[in-house]
């Protein structure tokens, strides 16, 4: 158990939809990664947030934003749906500002879009 | 091709042989990171090697790192039917906020009893 948890398992839903992912970083990291893992593919980069500001991008579609919140916190909105979006998407948390160290990874939110 | 390429994509080797896998890069980096993924789940990390080290061990891992030739390898020993995973580089290009973080797309491994 890596203490990083990620809200919900499994999230069905439609084309055009907006849902929300939740994640909580292990207790005492500041940082939050958002990750995508499209079928049978490497990690996608999505952002950084570091203690509630956001740190750094990597290739988040503009329909996609986040935030962390003052607790540390953090969710991923992803709107407009479509079906390439069904992926697996990961949180990981870390305690520097930057990927110096390691991350500790969530068990993942499966995101189904049909 | 992108950064951070594992080879070979796909590893089948028996129980108590040693595994190698590469990682190749193109741009300068700051670190580089070793990671394991069990189907479906997250992932976990294995060993970090920065930019001006040359070999890491960890228990049955060691990583060597050539900047030279902007490549990785990772080596596990006297492999175990629960080394059986993905295992993913990632490379950092620099430690401030205007970082690049990319990862390969993995090396399947399978241990055959």
């Known amino acids: 158990d890596s203490g990083v948890t990620q809200t919900p398992k499994h999230l069905i839903t439609a084309t055009g939809q907006r849902v929300t992912l939740r994640c909580s970083p292990r207790?005492?990291?500041?940082?939050v990664y958002w990750y995508q893992q499209s079928l049978d593919q490497g990690l996608q980069f999505l952002i950084q947030?570091?203690?509630?500001?956001?740190?750094a991008k990597g290739n988040i579609l503009e329909r996609f934003s986040a935030q962390q919140f003052p607790d540390l916190h953090s969710e991923l909105n992803l709107s407009s749906l479509e079906l390439g979006d069904s992926a697996l998407y990961f949180c990981?948390?870390?305690?520097?500002?930057?990927?110096?160290?390691?991350?500790?990874f969530g068990p993942g939110t499966r995101l189904t879009v049909l | 091709s992108q950064q951070g390429e594992e080879d070979p994509q796909a590893l089948s080797i028996q129980e108590g042989e040693n595994a190698t896998m590469n990682c190749s890069y193109k741009?300068?980096?700051?670190?580089l990171q070793w990671y394991r993924q069990n189907s479906g789940r997250g992932l976990v990390h294995l060993i970090l090697?920065?930019?001006n080290e040359r070999e890491k061990h960890s228990g049955r891992l060691r990583v060597t790192l050539d900047t030279s030739k902007k490549s990785s390898s990772l080596l596990i020993t006297a492999s175990r039917a629960a080394d059986t995973a993905s295992y993913f580089c990632?490379?950092?290009?620099?430690?401030?906020?205007?970082?690049?973080?990319?990862w390969g797309a993995g090396t399947k491994l399978i241990i055959k009893p």
């Open positions: 741009t300068s980096i700051n670190n």
């Open positions: 090697i920065r930019s």
């Open positions: 990981a948390s870390s305690v520097a500002p930057g990927p110096v160290d390691e991350q500790f």
């Open positions: 207790s005492g990291d500041l940082s």
């Open positions: 947030y570091y203690n509630g500001e956001e740190r």
């Open positions: 990632a490379t950092i290009t620099r430690p401030d906020s205007n970082y690049q973080l990319i």
